[in-house]
């Protein structure tokens, strides 16, 4: 359904997108996974004929989307990760006016929106004006403004930026029921459970190249039986030596830093955990906490790339 | 075209849901244009002054020499008038004639001989204070058409002595009538008694009301009224309109940083219908705000605006030029801040240049020619055409001014637009 090949796109001297290449199958999750400035909001860009790339090509369906995107807008919806909704708008009527835009009028528009509010649980807020509106619904009444029209393909950029974990829960389960009903869907975040809950397949993204792709099973077999052994540390401590000592112990694999913690990639962390506790005290580093963590997709961001996932 | 009018519906909406923005766009003007009136004294007083033309340039000639030719050489040169005209009087009606075709002069006034005796003819004349009127004398208003608001005013206040004039011969004719019929007086005196009543009426007793009276048109029966409401109404709403053309053209940017822009992008239309429809938006909201301007004057301050079709086009011609001044600035800023400031920056500029404030007549003819770059100025001679009776057919050149104005720009700014990379990037 999404076909993207040697996708790439700069902005003056910087690569956003390098030379990408994937495939998305028709009635499938397909999650890009990367940190901040990886690339897949520039990705999305392309693929919602928003960008044109420097080079390369990708098709949704059949049509191409530089060279037909107005075949290409008419089968896609897009949620982006910013709020999109005109604030001085009720909610309904935002979701009138977008869904006048892709074409929808009359008895199925209300039709649709009375369900699509429903659906993301804003019905009784339905006449108020979006400023009024809470985060958690703004998102929401962002996700239902992408799907009014019901598209064959659903981009979802990062959808659960900054919102409650009421509402955040109340969107994942709403995209798991939009697959089912057959929607394709491309979700792009930077949050390894949110890709492993509802992808059938991640890619994952690191300063514009793709540098794995797979089922989560596959991509996991990457790592082996490795865990990962989080160290946290008391605020305002400088861990670049310790990193430097851990790195040379045996059986570490990778380290990572993310804010005030250590990510120690390690192949047995029953063998390694003591060792290393041992180490912090030697560089009278006062551990906060200390939790092993099995192989996930950020165990094979770590290993892949030597950085955490929210560097 | 659908997707287009519901762009142009939904930016309706949101401008007209913006308190701040309706304070600005309506409310604003409307409370400029009453502060100013009731400081020019349009509202009873006579003690302010004028907000409107002062010193206006008109040359008098006076070849009657009579009582009334001198009465209204007397108003011309009234102290109450200082600030408004600024007379010369000479003898020669040719040399009057040549100074304003070369633009010395806004008008000339001609009185010509005989003009007191046509309107109180001597007791030897035929039909005098009988039922028979006597020859028609008419003093010549010759008009500099390059400064119709000028000639407008010195018109206003030569209809309101005639006016005077007209009333105090019908009254001296039937009073005096009258008092022969009675044997009051006898008919040798009804000369005497006849001018004493027709000068005591022609007397100006309060100069306000020479700018606020204007006398009957020739061929019309319905009194046209011009004072200085109507110089400063139209002023103001075309100073606003500006107004309203920027900030409509900077919700194009306002739009890209709320990201419904990009949002706008890709759905199943055109960034040209886009475009369009954000500029109708634009354009609808300055007609709404002309219309409810004019309206809103119209009821509450009794102004008459003059032929209705003339006003609706006009209206509908100068937001067009305003609107495509709009999307100009909208194309080359690249943020809401600058379009705000550039925009505010303009409609000074403008308001300046196109007679909102000052009247240009009185300017040099640098800036004279250079106020027409703006939508301002030849809206103002427009409104001031029709507010002194003129036709459709006679703000021709104003509208045709107008839309190429508002053509032009949009074309400009349609191709800045179409090139703007900054605009569309996410």
Redesign the interface.
């Known amino acids: 359904m999404i076909r993207v090949q040697n996708l790439t796109k700069c902005f003056g001297s910087l690569v956003a997108v390098d030379n990408l290449s994937f495939e998305v199958n028709e009635g499938e999750i397909f999650s890009l996974l990367g940190p901040n400035g990886a690339g897949k909001?520039?990705t999305i860009?392309i693929l919602?004929?928003?960008?044109l790339p420097s080079s390369g090509e990708a098709w949704i369906g059949a049509y191409s989307v530089t060279r037909q995107p107005?075949e290409v807008?008419?089968l896609?919806g897009?949620v982006?990760q910013?709020?999109?909704?005109?604030?001085?708008?009720s909610g309904y009527?935002n979701l009138w006016?977008?869904g006048?835009?892709?074409?929808l009028s009359g008895a199925e528009l209300r039709r649709r929106i009375v369900e699509t509010l429903e659906q993301v649980g804003l019905s009784e807020k339905a006449g108020q004006k979006v400023r009024t509106y809470s985060g958690g619904m703004k998102r929401r009444l962002n996700l239902a403004?992408g799907l009014l029209h019901r598209p064959r393909v659903l981009f979802l950029d990062e959808p659960t930026v900054g919102i409650d974990p009421q509402s955040r829960r109340a969107i994942l389960d709403f995209i798991k029921v939009l697959n089912r009903e057959g929607m394709t869907i491309l979700y792009t975040t930077h949050y390894m459970e949110e890709a492993q809950e509802l992808s059938h397949r991640v890619g994952i993204l690191d300063y514009g190249h793709l540098i794995a792709i797979g089922k989560q099973a596959e991509l996991l077999q990457q790592v082996g039986e490795h865990d990962t052994v989080v160290l946290s540390f008391e605020d305002e401590v400088d861990t670049a030596p310790l990193l430097e000592v851990l790195q040379r112990l045996p059986g570490v694999v990778q380290v990572g830093r993310e804010d005030q913690s250590l990510k120690v990639l390690a192949t047995t962390s029953e063998q390694i955990l003591p060792l290393v506790v041992a180490r912090c005290l030697e560089h009278q580093l006062r551990l906060r906490s200390v939790e092993i963590i099995e192989p996930n997709l950020e165990t094979v961001f770590l290993k892949l790339t030597g950085r955490a996932l929210r560097d | 075209m659908r997707p287009i009018l519901l762009i142009a519906l939904k930016d309706l909406i949101l401008i007209f849901r913006d308190r701040a923005m309706l304070l600005m766009i309506v409310i604003g003007p409307f409370l400029l244009t009453l502060g100013m009136g009731l400081v020019g004294g349009r509202f009873g007083g006579s003690g302010g002054s004028s907000s409107g033309p002062t010193d206006i340039p008109v040359v008098v000639v006076n070849q009657d020499g009579e009582e009334l030719g001198n009465a209204l050489v007397k108003v011309l040169d009234s102290p109450e008038l200082d600030d408004l005209l600024a007379p010369t009087f000479i003898s020669d009606p040719d040399m009057a004639k040549q100074w304003v075709n070369e633009d010395q002069m806004a008008a000339a006034v001609i009185i010509p001989p005989g003009f007191t005796r046509s309107v109180f003819p001597s007791a030897g004349e035929a039909g005098a204070w009988g039922l028979v009127p006597s020859s028609e004398v008419s003093i010549l208003l010759y008009a500099n058409p390059q400064r119709p608001n000028s000639v407008a005013i010195v018109e206003s206040i030569l209809r309101a002595f005639l006016f005077r004039v007209e009333k105090g011969r019908i009254l001296g004719w039937t009073t005096v009538a009258s008092l022969v019929l009675h044997g009051e007086i006898q008919p040798e005196q009804a000369e005497v008694v006849g001018r004493a009543l027709g000068e005591s009426l022609a007397r100006v007793d309060n100069p306000q009301d020479l700018i606020r009276v204007v006398a009957l048109e020739a061929g019309k029966s319905e009194a046209t009224r011009v004072d200085i409401m109507t110089a400063l109404a139209p002023g103001m709403a075309l100073l606003f309109l500006m107004f309203t053309a920027t900030y409509g053209a900077r919700s194009l940017l306002a739009e890209r940083r709320q990201q419904t822009l990009q949002r706008l992008m890709i759905t199943p239309i055109t960034p040209a219908q886009i475009l369009i429809g954000k500029g109708i938006g634009v354009y609808l909201s300055g007609v709404i705000q002309q219309v409810l301007l004019i309206g809103a004057s119209t009821l509450l301050f009794t102004l008459r605006w003059g032929d209705f079709w003339g006003v609706l086009v006009l209206i509908l011609c100068a937001s067009f030029a305003a609107v495509g001044w709009g999307l100009l600035i909208a194309a080359l800023a690249r943020t809401p801040g600058q379009v705000a400031s550039m925009g505010s920056a303009l409609m000074l500029v403008f308001g300046l240049l196109g007679g909102s404030f000052v009247d240009l007549q009185n300017l040099s003819p640098a800036i004279y020619w250079l106020s027409r770059i703006t939508p301002n100025a030849w809206g103002m001679d427009g409104f001031s055409i029709l507010a002194g009776g003129g036709s459709l057919a006679q703000i021709i050149r104003p509208l045709l001014a107008l839309i190429f104005m508002g053509g032009g720009l949009t074309a400009v700014a349609g191709w800045l637009l179409a090139r703007s990379r900054h605009l569309l990037q996410a």
């Open positions: 909001t520039t860009s919602s004929t928003l960008l107005l807008r008419r896609i897009v982006p910013e709020i999109a909704l005109y604030q001085d708008l009527e006016f977008w006048q835009m892709y074409g403004a």
